[in-house]
T-cell receptor, first 115, second 117 residues
Framework: GAVVSQHPSWVICKSGTSVKIECRSL??????MFWYRQFPKQSLMLMAT?????????EQGVEKDKFLINHASLTLSTLTVTSAHPEDSSFYIC???????????FGPGTRLTVT | AQKITQTQPGMFVQEKEAVTLDCTYD???????LFWYKQPSSGEMIFLIY??????QNATEGRYSLNFQKARKSANLVISASQLGDSAMYFC??????????????FGKGTTLSVSS
């Protein structure tokens, strides 16, 4: 199988603080990782695409200085929400692509609540 | 224009009945892939089925089948013999540019399926 983990699964933080979310591919090397955001009862919206060792590509409208993405290795990508505000409260999901596979493998998601 | 359209915000079905969830897509690529995912209330994305644009046969996976009508650009999901555990949000998604896993998926707005006993 191909397993992707996310940590933490949920986090509550105060407004103005930063939060880091990790996405790991546990049993394969991920050529590309994706970060999505999902508001309640809505669809998944792509935030950014990250490739190991290079800068992430952000979707239009996503602030790259606010949502810092680092893809330091073929098995780990991190999303840091800087100076979080209540409107950043959302469900963040990562997925990972594996060579020679058409499928993307999703992590279980991280629920962020900013108070 | 939306790339993936799911016109049914909610669907209701009784246990053991079959249900079809609609999905239409828009792309000018010749090579693309279509996916269906299930998202229960826990939030995890569960992969159900995949159809490549060049696949001539409709994809099937257990109780799930994908009714692929290329000319109509539709990729409806058929769930046979619904079960209570099928109650969830269902997303249709597309990847343009062929089977390159390094391209992001584009998701539809989803359909909430409720199965009753």
């Amino acid at each position: 199988g191909a397993v992707v983990s996310q940590h933490p699964s949920w986090v509550i933080c105060k407004s103005g603080t930063s939060v880091k979310i990790e996405c790991r591919s546990l049993d394969f090397q991920a050529t590309t990782m994706f970060w999505y955001r999902q508001f309640p009862k809505q669809s998944l919206m792509l935030m950014a695409t990250s490739n190991e060792g290079s800068k992430a590509t952000y979707e239009q409208g996503v602030e790259k200085d606010k949502f810092l993405i680092n893809h330091a290795s073929l098995t780990l990508s991190t999303l840091t929400v800087t100076s979080a505000h209540p409107e950043d409260s959302s469900f963040y999901i990562c997925s990972a692509a594996k060579l020679a596979s058409y499928e993307q493998y999703f992590g279980p998601g991280t629920r962020l609540t900013v108070t | 224009a939306q790339k993936i359209t799911q016109t049914q915000p909610g669907m209701f079905v009784q246990e053991k009945e079959a249900v079809t969830l609609d999905c239409t897509y828009d792309t000018s690529d010749q090579s693309y892939g279509l996916f269906w995912y299930k998202q229960p209330s826990s939030g995890e994305m569960i992969f159900l089925i995949y159809q490549g644009s060049y696949d001539e046969q409709n994809a099937t996976e257990g109780r799930y089948s994908l009714n692929f009508q290329k000319a109509r650009k539709s990729a409806n999901l058929v769930i046979s013999a619904s079960q209570l555990g099928d109650s969830a949000m269902y997303f249709c998604a597309m990847r343009e540019g062929g089977d390159q896993a390094g391209t992001a998926l584009i998701f539809g707005k989803g359909t909430t399926l409720s199965v009753s006993s």
